[in-house]
């Protein structure tokens, strides 16, 4: 079939979920339109697709889900058997019920998740997990997906004749997990507010971003990140005992997972 036009709307709280959208993206022959979704105020409800077009969609595991916020932002979008291309991006324990939960948003918006992967990212609480990924192997591995999808493609007529693939998980999914670690303001925090303009659960109030809404936040550290004056963070000693123990039981390399349809 005949694809004019590729997108790739994607959630990423730290960058590395977008890395790993890139890397997919690199490796296609039509230079691809970006949409990001993870700020809080991003609209995605007048966004629609025809069937000539290929989206690619990229979220982040958090214990074993996509954060909501992703996903009611990825429902939003209309498509019209439009082709699409599904990443849950893990860090390096286990995407659990998250692909399943991707290949289903799309589906229910109109999409045909006919290649699914989950790749491997550095951890964004516990950077000492997977670190720098996705890495070499992990791009080579990625490209060799995205060749082999856009090779599904070219060989079927219409997105009528594309095949959804049996992927991990379980339905109903399991519970979005409560992730203990919220970050706080230290004092170096000058209020500039960049940290509750680009928090995705709105958690900070933007007339007091030293504070945050322990109920709602995500714990993606998105704040962490783009903080100017590193003035935000976690418990260090509290992280520093968790990521010890996660690194006993998952410290072990893990391999990206790819599923396309037959």
């Known amino acids: 079939m005949q694809i004019n036009?590729?997108?790739?709307?994607f959630f990423s709280a730290?960058?590395?979920?977008?890395?790993?959208?890139?890397?997919?993206?690199?490796a296609l022959p039509l230079e691809a339109q970006w949409l990001d979704v993870t700020a809080p105020l991003a609209r995605t409800d007048a966004q629609a697709f025809s069937p000539?077009?290929?989206?690619?969609?990229?979220?982040?595991v958090y214990g074993g889900r996509i954060p909501p916020q992703a996903s009611r932002r990825f429902a939003q979008l209309k498509g019209n058997r439009t082709p699409a291309i599904v990443l849950a991006v893990f860090g390096?324990?286990?995407?659990d019920d998250a692909l399943l939960e991707m290949q289903?948003?799309?589906q229910?918006?109109?999409?045909v998740p006919f290649a699914c992967a989950a790749p491997v990212a550095q951890h964004s609480l516990m950077p000492g997990i997977a670190v720098w990924r996705p890495d070499e192997q992990d791009a080579q591995k990625l490209a060799a997906f995205a060749q082999q999808s856009w090779q599904t493609l070219q060989a079927v007529p219409s997105a009528q004749e594309l095949q959804v693939p049996a992927v991990k998980g379980s339905r109903p999914y399991k519970d979005y997990p409560s992730i203990p670690f919220k970050p706080s303001a230290s004092r170096a925090c000058v209020q500039c507010g960049m940290c509750a303009r680009a928090c995705p659960a709105g958690a900070i109030p933007p007339g007091q971003p030293n504070q945050t809404d322990k109920a709602r936040c995500i714990s993606c550290m998105r704040c962490v990140a783009v903080c100017?004056?590193?003035a935000r963070g976690v418990n260090k000693l509290l992280l520093a005992a968790a990521a010890k123990a996660f690194a006993l039981k998952f410290g072990k390399?893990?391999?990206?997972?790819?599923?396309?349809?037959?």
């Open 5 to 9: 036009k590729i997108s790739v709307v």
């Open 14 to 26: 730290t960058g590395r979920t977008r890395q790993a959208a890139e890397l997919l993206a690199q």
């Open 52 to 60: 000539e077009e290929l989206v690619v969609f990229a979220a982040p």
């Open 92 to 95: 390096n324990r286990d995407y």
């Open 104 to 106: 289903d948003i799309a």
């Open 108 to 111: 229910s918006a109109g999409f």
């Open 228 to 230: 100017p004056q590193q």
């Open 253 to 262: 390399r893990k391999e990206p997972e790819f599923f396309i349809g037959k």
